[in-house]
């Protein structure tokens, strides 16, 4: 089975601190994705990454950056957090730069920034 | 630009009832659509993909480029279909970009 492991599940953080949001992918996956998912909003995607030390900025990369310096990990930063960014993110992976493959997600990371 | 429009926060419908959860599209490129689905305390995890033309778990969605929709549909509702349900558009960039919907919640109720 494929596996996303983000290793926050829970974090709380106050305004201004630096936050780094884990994920590992065990199936030598090529891209890798971030995600925020807000009710009404659905999900946004923040960066994404097609292969080691390449990313590309998504929807929504202000106030965030990335890194990805081996195949199965890549985490997102959030430099400064601030209180509009308290929401769920998800990591995601798929194998190759081909379309129709499925993407597969981990399990969410809940930040709250107070 | 592309997007993705899921007009329905939420659905109710009573056990066996037929469901349909809504999704229409805005693409200039060739569309690859898919239906990806959340219960609760599990992760995202992909429902069906117009491609395979496929029915998973009794749900069948058909790409209607005419109308720009793929609507997700059920004869018969049950339960464990409650979950939240997302309409996503790929875009042909070749990076397998998802431009997701605002997500449906289904509540079936016995």
């Known amino acids: 089975d494929v596996k996303v492991t983000q290793s926050s599940r829970y974090l709380v953080k106050r305004t201004g601190e630096k936050v780094f949001l884990e994920c590992v992918q065990d199936?030598?996956?090529?891209?890798m994705f971030w995600y925020r998912q807000d009710p009404g909003l659905g999900l946004r995607l923040i960066y994404f990454?097609?292969?080691?030390?390449?990313?590309e900025k998504g929807d929504i990369p202000e106030g965030y950056s990335v890194s990805r310096e081996k195949k199965e990990r890549f985490s997102l930063i959030l430099e400064s957090a601030s209180t509009n960014q308290t929401s769920m993110y998800l990591c995601?992976?798929?194998?190759?730069?081909?379309?129709?493959?499925?993407?597969?997600f981990g399990e969410g990371s809940w930040l709250t920034v107070v | 630009a592309q997007r993705v429009t899921q007009p329905e926060k939420l659905l109710s419908v009573f056990k066996g009832a037929p469901v349909e959860l809504k999704c229409n599209y805005s693409?200039?490129?060739?569309?690859?659509l898919f239906w990806y689905v959340q219960y609760s305390r599990q992760r995202l995890q992909l429902l069906l993909r117009?491609?395979s033309r496929e029915s998973i778990k009794g749900f069948t969605a058909d790409l209607n480029k005419g109308e720009t929709s793929f609507h997700l549909k059920k004869p018969f509702a049950q339960e464990e279909d409650s979950a939240m349900y997302y309409c996503?558009?790929?875009?042909?960039?070749?990076?397998?970009?998802?431009?997701f919907g605002t997500g449906t919640r289904l509540l079936v109720s016995p």
């Open positions: 693409y200039s490129g060739s569309p690859e």
């Open positions: 199936m030598d996956h090529e891209n």
């Open positions: 995601a992976s798929s194998w190759d730069r081909s379309s129709g493959n499925t993407i597969y």
């Open positions: 117009h491609i």
């Open positions: 990454s097609y292969d080691v030390k390449m990313k």
């Open positions: 996503a558009l790929s875009l042909n960039t070749g990076f397998q970009k998802l431009v």
